[in-house]
C-alpha cells in the first residue's frame, strides 16, 4: 500500500499570499493517478486537480498541481478567503486507492 | 448533471450490518462507464477509500476493509449499495458515496452523513 504524507499539517497564511502544499508517496507514484481535493467544514470533497496538473471542471487557474514520482505540490498563486479549507491527496495504484491526512489551511 | 444522494441509517449497533444506498440521477449507472465508490472520514480524521464498483459490475476494495465489505448495484433503480459486517466503534464515520469516469479519482460526490456504531 502506498503511504501518502502531507506537509505541513497546518498552513496559516493571509489572503493574498501563495500557499504551497506538499504531498509525499511511500513509493512511486504514476502522474496520472495523482489527485488533489479541497474539503471544507460540513462538506464533501471537492476535486481540484487530477492526474497530477489538470484542474478539475470549475476550478480557478490559481490552483496549480505538479509534481512527479514520489513529490507532489498543490500550490495556491493568490490566496482568497474561500480557499481556506482542507486539502488532501489522493493516489491510486495496484487496484487500492490511499488519500493522505490533509493539510488545513487556516487564515493567519 | 450527475447527482448522488445517500441514505441510510445513521446508528448501527455493534456486530450489526451497516448498510447505505446511494442513488444516482443524470446517468445510467448500468450503462454509463461510470466508477461508484465510497469512501468514509472518521471524526476529526482522513478520507478513507472503502471500494469501488465499475459499471459492469467488478469490485475493487480496501484490503484492510475487503473481508466485510460488499459493494453492489441495482440497475433498476439506478442506485449502488454498501455493506459492511460486523462492525465495531472504529467504523463510527461519516460515509460518502462517490463517482468518475476514471477509477483514479472521484469528481461526483453525495453529501456525508454521521454513520454512528454504538448500543
Known amino acids: 500500500e502506498i503511504v501518502l504524507t502531507q506537509s505541513p499539517g497546518t498552513l496559516s497564511l493571509s489572503p493574498g499570499e501563495r500557499a504551497t502544499l506538499s504531498c509525499r508517496a511511500s513509493q512511486s507514484v504514476s502522474s496520472n493517478y495523482l489527485a488533489w481535493y479541497q474539503q471544507k467544514l460540513g462538506q464533501a470533497p471537492r476535486l481540484l486537480i487530477y492526474?497530477?496538473?489538470r484542474r478539475a471542471t470549475g476550478i480557478p487557474d490559481r490552483f496549480s498541481g505538479s509534481g512527479s514520482g514520489t513529490d507532489f505540490t498543490l500550490t495556491i498563486s493568490r490566496l482568497e478567503p474561500d480557499d481556506f479549507a482542507v486539502y488532501s491527496c489522493?493516489?491510486?495504484?495496484?487496484?487500492?486507492?490511499?488519500f493522505g491526512q490533509g493539510t488545513r489551511l487556516e487564515i493567519k | 448533471q450527475i447527482q448522488l444522494q445517500k441514505s441510510g441509517p445513521g446508528l448501527v449497533k455493534p456486530s450489526e450490518t451497516l448498510s447505505l444506498t446511494c442513488t444516482v440521477s443524470g446517468v445510467s449507472i448500468g450503462s454509463s462507464n461510470h466508477y461508484w465508490g465510497w469512501v468514509r472520514q472518521p471524526p476529526g480524521k482522513g478520507l478513507e477509500w472503502i471500494g469501488s464498483i465499475y459499471s459492469t459490475g467488478s469490485t475493487y476494495y480496501n484490503p484492510s476493509l475487503e473481508s466485510r465489505v460488499t459493494i453492489s448495484l441495482d440497475t433498476s433503480k439506478n442506485l449502488f449499495s454498501l455493506n459492511l459486517n460486523s462492525v465495531t466503534v472504529a467504523d463510527t464515520a461519516v460515509y460518502y458515496c462517490a463517482g468518475d469516469r476514471n477509477i483514479n479519482w472521484f469528481y461526483y460526490w453525495g453529501q456525508g452523513t454521521l454513520v454512528t456504531v454504538s448500543s
Open positions: 492526474g497530477a496538473s
Open positions: 489522493q493516489q491510486f495504484g495496484s487496484s487500492l486507492i490511499t
